[in-house]
């Protein structure tokens, strides 16, 4: 599993090797980058995916509860409906 | 499907798409700017819709050949999440066009018009309405079989459909939209390879988070069927 998490990043980042270089003059975010607020919106963002992340997670577990429950109950449902 | 190791992928991907793309080195282009990091998100909304209702249609065909409803739960939540992705992309696409493509000399209303009239757009909107008559029609049908055949052979007609209105028509004629003569995105001269590098990953983060949404979905479907035909 490790293994396969692993070849999957090698895979997807081996394009770090072919960096190109071009110098025009057009304008970008420069001065934003340059003071550091950018980091700010990384920071919001990254919360708001964190709160998106952390919500699927607890469904995700409680849907795993309902059906564990689910799977009980027709356990003993069908136990019952054996001995009588 | 219970496996847990791709959602920490997703979860791995996205906050690597999230800050890479926002603080990574992009190439320097005229009008596009800074909003060329949308593609990490807007692009990515668009790959994630076509991924989602190709699994959606193969599980429809599922259905057709074996009659098991399982399949259709499958095919309906692929297809839901899907159009929530497509929904999501086009907004997105309205927001960057908006302030990539109106003309600066005319009117704001005269460039809305410009920019309406653009075939990506059109092909893009007739696609999405394809999909919610989807939806429509397989709600109207209270029968559970019968609703489960007619939604699938349905399906299958509006994925057919996505072709042309998504991908052939508008590179047929000109728009606005970049990628007209080629792929786009995936063109050698949009993005380059610190792009891709982010690129990539994005998609398939994207994409994980939709199956994960579907996942959710069909596990809880499911449930209530289950709990529907006990009681």
Redesign the interface.
Known sequence: ?IK??AL?FIS??S??L???Q?G?K????DTM?QNGK?YV??AV??TI?AGI?LY??R??RK?GK??KE?REHQFITKKQSHVS | MNKW?W???C?LL??YT??AG??FSV????II??SIRNLYFHVCMWFCMMILFTISVVHAVKYLRNNNLKSDILSRQYAVVGIVFGVLGYSTGAIWASFTWADPNSSSFASFGAIAKDPKLIGAAIALLIYFAYLVLRDSISDIDKRARVSAVYNIFAFAFLFPSIWIIPRLLDSLHPGGQGNPALNPQDI???M??VF??AV?GWTLLGV??VS?KV??QI?KE??VLES
């Open positions: 599993m396969k998490i999957l997807l980042f394009g770090l072919l960096f190109a071009d025009d057009i304008e970008m975010a980058r950018i919106v990384v963002i990254l995916l992340f699927l997670i469904l995700d849907i309902l059906e689910n | 190791w959602k920490i992928v979860i996205l906050v999230v800050t926002l603080l190439p320097r282009k005229p700017q800074e380059d390879a610190r891709r590098m990539y990953p398939i994960w949404i959710l596990r809880l449930l289950k709990t």
